[in-house]
């Protein structure tokens, strides 16, 4: 077993509290413990680092060269778990400031609708804020302050100045039709698909408009005749349950209504437009305890996906 996982906080407050009192007597009151079990436990350290930590001067006792050296990093990681402690009562027990979170519309419908079932399950009282919209509008309100930190797709590199980017998924385009489509169940479309139903397409400037650019050419696909532009996930729905259209997004947006049959993926190669999802956040400071919180459970749930 590695000595850092025999190493318990009992080891490190006796420790450093002989250390601070430069007695085993008076550190076993302050730690409300007898002196004996002050020693047992001293020992107990020695016996799992292999070096002697306190030695006897006199009636007295002082650290030895290698417990000097032990105190500091002991200090440290001491105060580090009851930093970490008195800030999960602070958040459990007061309503702290809000946990602002950006989200593309790919993860609103996808990761997030759990993220905070499991935040509010957590007796966290921070109160949540959750805006969708697209990635250079949610990095503009992350670089302003107005947000904690976004779940979106990796910028360009122009666009990461005073940013970070953590890849936690990937997600790629697809052309979705509704069950109901023409085109439906179809194993092979035409090039020329597009030319011939109305076409929800994402506009100019959004993350995933060069990748649907990239794979039209690819595909030597003819343009919409009167394309629809629009990343409104919302609208993409209700228009495709309303007529025969072909609605260009990123598939995840629509993931669960591919799983319950409803939508189906016409059988276009879109594997070049796969790109990382991800959390992004300022690097200039770190996010407030509950918005940490909040990111180590999108962190874990895309680990599940």
Not at 87 to 107: E, F, K, M, W, Y
Not at 131 to 151: A, F, P, Q, S, Y
Not at 194 to 202: D, E, G, K, R, T
Request: proline share 6%; net charge positive; charged share 20%.
């Amino acid at each position: 077993m590695k000595i850092s996982r025999r190493i318990k906080i009992r080891h490190l407050e006796a420790f450093v509290e002989v250390a601070r009192q430069k007695s085993v007597g008076r550190a076993a009151i302050t730690l409300s413990l007898t002196q004996p079990a002050v020693s047992r436990t001293i020992r107990e350290l020695e016996e799992i680092v292999g070096a002697t930590l306190i030695e006897r001067e006199g009636r007295g006792i002082r650290l030895s060269h290698q417990g000097e050296v032990f105190l500091s990093h002991a200090g440290a990681g001491l105060a580090a778990v009851r930093g970490g402690i008195a800030a999960l009562a602070n958040v459990a027990t007061s309503s702290g400031p809000p946990v602002r979170i950006g989200a593309l519309p790919t993860v609103s419908a996808t990761v997030m609708p759990g993220a905070v079932v499991e935040f509010l399950a957590s007796g966290l009282k921070s109160p949540l804020r959750v805006i969708t919209g697209e990635n250079r509008v949610l990095l503009d309100h992350l670089r302003k302050g107005d947000l904690d930190l976004v779940m979106g797709r990796m910028p360009a590199p122009e666009l990461m100045t005073a940013l970070s980017f953590e890849p936690l998924y990937r997600d790629r385009v697809a052309f979705i039709v509704s069950k109901h489509h023409p085109l439906a169940g179809q194993r092979q479309v035409a090039a020329d698909i597009l030319a011939h139903h109305p076409v929800l397409v994402p506009q100019p400037g959004s993350i995933i408009h060069p990748f649907v650019e990239r794979v039209m050419v690819e595909q030597g696909m003819a343009r919409p005749m009167q394309p629809i532009e629009t990343v409104s996930d919302s609208f993409g729905r209700a228009f495709l349950r309303t007529c025969d259209a072909i609605w260009i997004i990123s598939r995840g947006v629509v993931a669960a209504e591919i799983a319950s049959g409803e939508f189906l993926e016409l059988p276009i190669d879109t594997g070049s437009t796969l790109g990382a999802v991800g959390l992004i956040t300022r690097e200039a400071d770190r996010p407030h305890d509950a918005a940490v919180f909040f990111a180590d459970i999108l962190r874990r749930r895309t680990l599940q996906t």
